[in-house]
Every structure is written in C-alpha cells, then in structure tokens.
C-alpha cells in the first residue's frame, strides 16, 4: 500500500525483480525495490567501476549486481523487469522476456505507483527542462511546496514519501518526462500533461518518426476528463493529434490570440483560463529566443491549470536562472562578435528555433553525431540569418550534402578550430552560435562537455570580451 492508502497494484515483497540500468534512475529503483522487500538484481552491460561506493550501498541491501553483461536467465526468471530510461523495449534480452510473459515497466511508471501528490508532467521534444524548471519555480512563488525532478534530475522514485528523501506534505511534484519514460507506462496519469510540441528526434532508436510521436503521446492515455492537457496550438502535429484525447484541452501561442488560453501580444504573455485577464512581462527575464516565449506561455498556462497566477508568476519569470547551454550568452568582444553557446540544441527542431532567435549575420557551429533525421528545416532559417556555416563531428558530410549551396560552409571537425574560424571570420554585430542540431557522444560525454569546450575556446581565442 501506499503512504495514501490506495493500491499500488504491485506486489513486491518476495518478488524477483530485475532493474536494466546502473546510472542514477537504476540505482534508487533498485534501492526502493529492495527497501519494499523484493529480490533485486541490477544488471548493466558497462562494469560501473565509478559507481563502485553506491554499488556497494546496494549491495549491503541485499541487492545483486550483474555487471558487464546481461545474463538471459535472470531476465526471463524475473517476476518484473524495471527499466531505466537508456534502455529500450526492444532491446535484447528485454523483447525475448517480454514475448515470455514477464512484466515490463520504467522508473516512471513504478515510482507512480506509490507516489502521493499529483503530478504536472512536461513531455516535447524541446523545451521541456526550461519549461519544467520555471513551472516548478512559479508554483513555489505561489506558495506552493514543489518537487522537481524526472527527467530533468531526480527520479521520481526518491520523490515517494517513505523513501527518506522528502520531508513534509507535497502539493505538486513537476517531472520533465522523455518519450524514453513513456514507452514503459501502464497506469500513469499526471493530473496536467504538457507537450510542447513535436520535431523529429531520437531517429537513431526509434523504428520511425511515427513511432517517436506514437511514444510521446502516451502521456495523454491515462488521463480522463478530470484531467488537464497544455497544448501548443501552433504545432499542427501537436493540435492534430490529440484532438480526441480525453483531458480537457488548454492552449498557448504565439501566433494568434487564443480565448481561454495563453498566448503572445508581443510585448507580453497574456492569459485568460478560466476567465482570468493576466499579463506578464517576459522582458525582464534572461530567457533568450522566441522559443523561450513558448516556454514562458506553456509555464504559466500549467501554472494556471492548477489555480496559480498573479504576482508570483511575475517574479518566477523575472528571477528564473536558465539551465547552462541553452543560447546561453557567452562574451561580446571588443570587436563587437557576440558568442551564444546552444549545446542543447541536439536536434533539427531545436537548432532551428536557435537560429531564428536572431535577427541575421550568424555563424552557425553545427555538427555531431547523426539522429538519423533531415537537416532541410535548417535551410531557410540559415538562407535569411547565416553569413557562414561551420560543421564538426561525424554528422559533418551528410550535412554538406544535404545543405550545400545554401550558405559558405566550412568542414573543420572540431569545435576549437570552428571557433577559432567563425570568430576571425564575424564582423562587427556579427554573432557565432553554437546550435549543433545533433547528439555530443562522438567528441564528448554529452551536451555539457560539448558547451563547456565551446566556452573554453571562446574565451581562449576572444576572452577580452564583455561575460555574463
């Protein structure tokens, strides 16, 4: 039972469990599993050596790790398999248990299970950090007592109320959800489901784009009419494909005016669910870009969902720190070449909405590890604002082909030698922006390191520029 008296629907206590997966979601589900009883066994295919104290921790709990490979027989032994979000449902051997009758769930799925407060979750292809931490920034603005977490960071399983992490009641716990976490969901039900909108992504796991859509609308099944859906009216994918979903439907947008929801005027953020007439001002906030527009309306429209308005989404929006390397301004030289880091930006869709942030005479750093999508939607964004096109990475050829002709394009493979390029290359009012359009892992770790190298080169190459 949960601390809420009502059913998990899981029994766990004597259960053999196998959780896929040894980074940080892996290891609270596995923690949580073996504190409710059950047999736990983590399996991972790496050997985990810098994860060896908190190995250990599991260990003393009775908790077996598997390391370095995936035994077959633990898996199709198993009474459940819980998986991390890294690990697909067709990967093997997690398809052949599956096709042997063993039940499969993610981390998101279980902590809902025995999770006590209702849930705002924020799903899209980009956006979704942003959107999740200022909504949760809002709410507490509010005075309401929040929890953060999911795929922006904490799982949500340490967010259940007997885990020791949480201390006192909770009214809203915000979760950034990937369409990784939903894949792997039977029963979750966030009270307001928002989806900011939808760009091909993640090509390189999916099967098809239609089969990425298919796994992002599945945060919307569960939900019933007593539930809240935040859409993005200006995404036609997004408004044609939940037309019939069974939440009622709140809408944001920058394109029009939008009767009962949330949209642009172009000086401030107006909203008018449930009969309100609220303005905000996104002036003073140090979100940069049109897409941080949307971020902003989707915000305060789940902020709303929920009853929260007023003063306190003013402040939020004023006060909000952005996540690094998300066009976040690095330096402006001497010279007057400004530099923007978008390491964040690992898609088309969101290199894109970069791009358009400004007004034109970019240098645009592109480049990484292909995701198996079209870079044509870069086309006309750099036709009207690029002066010059800089690619690094793997991705490298199959972006000159596909974008030859559109702008002069420079193949330098590294971010240190795109710097050096692009900087010597800008003029005066010029800016040099990184927006890679693709994954990190062929240089780096991921998308920080990436934005931390382009930051150190910046600064190694024009460091006597104005910082922020």
Not at 157 to 182: H, R, T
């Amino acid at each position: 039972m949960t601390p809420a008296g009502k059913s998990s629907g899981l029994i766990l206590d004597g259960a053999a469990v196998v959780v896929v997966g040894g980074a940080r979601t892996g290891i609270s589900a596995a923690r949580f599993l073996a504190g409710r009883g059950a047999r736990v066994t983590l399996t991972d295919m790496a050997e985990l050596t810098a994860k060896e104290a908190e190995l250990s921790r599991l260990r003393d709990l009775g908790v077996v790790t598997d390391l370095g490979r995936h035994d077959r027989k633990t898996f199709f032994g198993a009474d459940l398999i819980v998986l991390s979000p890294g690990v697909p449902l067709f990967a093997e051997p997690v398809a052949e248990a599956s096709k042997r009758g063993v039940r499969i769930i993610g981390e998101v799925e279980l902590a809902f299970r025995f999770l006590d407060a209702p849930i705002i979750a924020v799903t899209g292809t980009n956006g979704k950090t942003t959107t999740t931490a200022l909504l949760g920034d809002i709410l507490a603005a509010c005075g309401k007592e929040v929890l953060v977490g999911g795929n922006i960071g904490t799982p949500l399983i340490d967010f259940v109320p007997d885990s020791g992490k949480v201390a006192g009641p909770v009214d809203y716990i915000v979760a950034e959800i990937s369409s990784f976490q939903l894949e792997a969901i039977e029963t979750f039900d966030p009270r307001v489901a928002l989806l900011l909108n939808i760009t091909p992504d993640h090509l390189d796991r999916y099967r098809s784009y239609e089969e990425y859509i298919a796994a992002k609308l599945e945060i919307f099944t569960n939900q019933t009419v007593r539930d809240i859906a935040v859409l993005n009216r200006d995404d036609e994918l997004v408004t044609a494909r939940t037309r019939h979903i069974a939440a009622r439907r709140l809408y944001f947008s920058r394109a029009h005016r939008e009767p009962g929801g949330v949209w642009y005027d172009g000086t401030g953020i107006v909203s008018t669910i449930d009969g309100a007439n609220d303005v905000y001002n996104p002036r003073e906030s140090r979100l940069a870009g049109v897409h941080n527009i949307e971020n902003m309306m989707a915000a305060v429209a789940g902020a709303a969902a929920v009853g929260c308005r007023g003063d306190g989404v003013d402040k939020a929006i004023r006060d909000f720190v952005p996540h690094a390397h998300r066009l976040q301004h690095v330096l402006t030289t001497p010279s007057g070449v400004s530099f923007y880091d978008d390491s964040k930006a690992t898609n088309v869709g969101a290199a894109v909405k970069s791009i358009e942030s400004f007004a034109g005479g970019l240098h645009v750093i592109v480049g990484g590890v292909d995701k198996g999508g079209s870079y044509a939607p870069l086309k006309e964004a750099l036709r009207k604002r690029a002066r010059g096109l800089y690619l690094i990475g793997e991705a490298a050829p199959v972006i000159e082909r596909e974008l030859s002709g559109i702008v002069p394009i420079a193949s330098v493979g590294t971010i240190q030698e795109a710097v050096r390029l692009a900087g010597e290359r800008a003029k005066s009012g010029d800016t040099v922006l990184l927006a890679p359009a693709c994954s990190s892992f062929d240089q780096y770790r991921n998308y920080q390191e990436r934005g931390e190298d382009f930051i150190r080169n910046v600064k190694r190459f024009f460091g006597d520029g104005k910082q922020e």
